[in-house]
């Protein structure tokens, strides 16, 4: 099944290129049961696309899930890479309650039966929606330098292109608005492919989340080094169902454009559907 595609706005978010309200491109795949659907809604990973998750929203979709997706403003290549979009994290989750919305309004959701899973940034995503928050203390010395940024090898002068567009005043309040709670109740689940920026957030958060979650790693992820990540994640979130993908599985493998010899992606897929048929 091809996905129904759509572009919204969300009016109350401004877009950072000054041209109207926040642009979120959706792509929906409708669920093949009749009634109600257990849905899933999909983040991907900084400087993605929705895309690029296709390899997990097909045999979700074929379990019987809808699905949807979203290209996050600023930090998709299927828009402009801005800034904002990659330091600005917390308007991700802001993004995926956004499209929730929508998808209850046009077609059949259960409810009660709703999760989300993500990658790399998406990852994270989706902790904040089920209550992981940033530490305003780290993200404010983040912004202003005063510690080292990790690599971004989509945008490689992150932290100084932030600093050269934005007072240290302005920074400070980006760093607050960051580090807002945007946690999204109706989200019950969620799953976590090489989640990321696990240094920012508090503990404390990640150890109040009840929702059940899966979190999966390759061993030798060099972006999102497994140690300070995921099994950070795995490690704080009381329900967590965590493990590892290979001793020789990296980051990218949980793109659907590259190389795949182990068939990575198809067991992560499938170990998806189990956890998200058994816990919505």
């Known amino acids: 099944m091809q996905p129904e595609t759509v572009l ?40 993605g696309a929705g895309e690029d998750l296709d390899w997990l929203a097909a045999p979700l979709n074929e379990a019987g899930f809808l699905v949807a997706s979203v290209d996050h403003h ?15 994290v917390s308007e991700r989750p802001t993004d995926i309650s956004y499209l929730l919305d929508h998808v209850q309004g046009h077609y059949d959701v ?24 940033i530490d305003t203390w780290v993200m404010s010395a983040l912004f202003a330098g005063h510690v080292a940024a990790p690599h971004v090898p989509e945008f490689p002068d992150l932290i100084e292109a932030l600093r050269a567009k934005y007072s ?4 400070e309040l980006l760093a607050q608005s960051a580090a807002r709670p945007v946690r999204d109740p109706r989200v019950r689940a969620g799953a976590l492919f090489a989640p990321g920026i696990a240094e920012v957030l508090t503990p404390a958060s990640l150890r109040m989340i009840e929702a059940p979650v899966l979190v999966r ?6 972006i999102t080094p497994p140690a300070e990540n995921a099994h950070v994640y795995a490690d704080l979130m009381p329900r967590a169902e965590a493990g590892s993908v290979g001793a020789t599985a990296g980051h990218y493998v949980f793109l659907g454009d590259r190389e795949d010899p ?12 189990d956890f998200f048929t058994r816990h919505l």
């Not at 109350?12 to 979120?24: E, K, L, V």
């Not at 999760?115 to 209550?131: K, M, Q």
């Not at 790693?217 to 060099?222: A, N, S």
């Not at 182990?262 to 559907?273: C, G, I, Q």
């Open 168 to 171: 240290i005043e302005q920074l």
């Open 110 to 133: 259960d409810e009660r039966r709703i999760g989300s899973a993500g990658f790399s940034l998406g990852g994270y995503t989706v902790a904040a929606l089920l209550g992981a928050q």
């Open 74 to 88: 600023g930090n998709s290549y299927n828009d402009e890479y801005l800034v904002e979009g990659f330091t600005l």
């Open 8 to 47: 919204l706005h969300d009016a109350t978010r401004p877009s950072w290129t000054g041209s109207g309200p926040r642009p979120i491109r959706a792509r929906v795949w409708p669920s093949r049961r009749r009634g109600p659907a257990a849905t899933v809604l999909l983040s991907h990973g900084t400087g």
């Open 262 to 273: 182990s068939h990575v992606r198809e067991a992560a897929a499938s170990d998806a559907v």
């Open 217 to 222: 790693w390759g061993d030798v992820d060099d």
